[in-house]
């Protein structure tokens, strides 16, 4: 519960950041509000997509191993926007194409992350309860996420500000893979426990 909970906050700030895309678009990418609101709108037309796309995918691939390679691929990209200084990077097929490749995995790890719970040998008498501490814990970021990056944009406006932004949010993205990574290796040895005593019987 407690691995859970951290990969929760972890991908529910990821999810709070796509909220400063428009922002990022506008004082960086020169664009007007008109044309970064519909940038966005089309990366929202996104979600029904990469939500299905998780779910079918976590199927085949279990949810912790697909949610530790969005966070690697969330890293990845956090790490571009945080490392690439453009002048007129709109038109760059790098950035644009980071943008959406790091909308979809946030929103994919926001489909997928409570069905965590069903691998991880919580007793089915307290699935409801344990879902309840999970999302106490894990939507905090709407109390603290925006306060935060506010602070970090105020601080240094500029692309430095959003430089500053995207390393805190790969930071948070690695948070959110170690604890993914250990949480897998626990449920790994939990079926490995199962099946010896299986095998024993």
């Given at each position: 519960v407690f691995l859970i909970s951290i990969i929760v906050v972890c991908a529910y700030c990821g999810f709070r950041s796509i909220d400063n895309i428009s922002l990022y678009l506008v004082e960086i990418g020169n664009l007007t509000p008109i044309e970064a609101s519909g940038f966005v709108t089309l990366l929202s037309y996104l979600r029904i997509i990469a939500a299905l796309a998780a779910g079918f995918i976590a199927d085949k691939l279990t949810s912790i191993k697909l949610i530790s390679?969005?966070?690697i691929i969330n890293i990845l990209g956090q790490s571009i926007l945080f490392s690439i200084h453009p002048q007129t990077f709109y038109h760059s097929l790098l950035v644009t194409?980071?943008?959406?490749?790091?909308?979809?995995?946030?929103?994919?790890?926001?489909?997928?992350?409570?069905?965590?719970?069903?691998?991880?040998?919580?007793?089915?008498?307290?699935?409801?309860?344990?879902?309840?501490?999970?999302?106490?814990?894990?939507?905090?970021?709407d109390i603290f996420f925006h306060s935060l990056t506010g602070r970090?944009?105020?601080?240094?406006?500029?692309?430095?500000?959003?430089?500053?932004?995207?390393?805190?949010?790969?930071?948070?993205s690695i948070l959110g893979l170690l604890a993914s990574l250990k949480l897998s290796r626990w449920i790994s040895s939990k079926n490995s426990l199962k099946d010896a005593s299986r095998t024993n019987n």
């Open positions: 390679r969005l966070f194409g980071t943008l959406i490749i790091v909308f979809i995995s946030i929103v994919a790890l926001r489909a997928v992350y409570f069905s965590l719970i069903t691998h991880s040998h919580i007793p089915s008498h307290r699935i409801g309860f344990c879902v309840g501490i999970i999302s106490l814990v894990g939507f905090t970021p970090i944009l105020d601080a240094e406006p500029g692309i430095i500000g959003f430089q500053n932004y995207y390393l805190v949010t790969m930071l948070i």
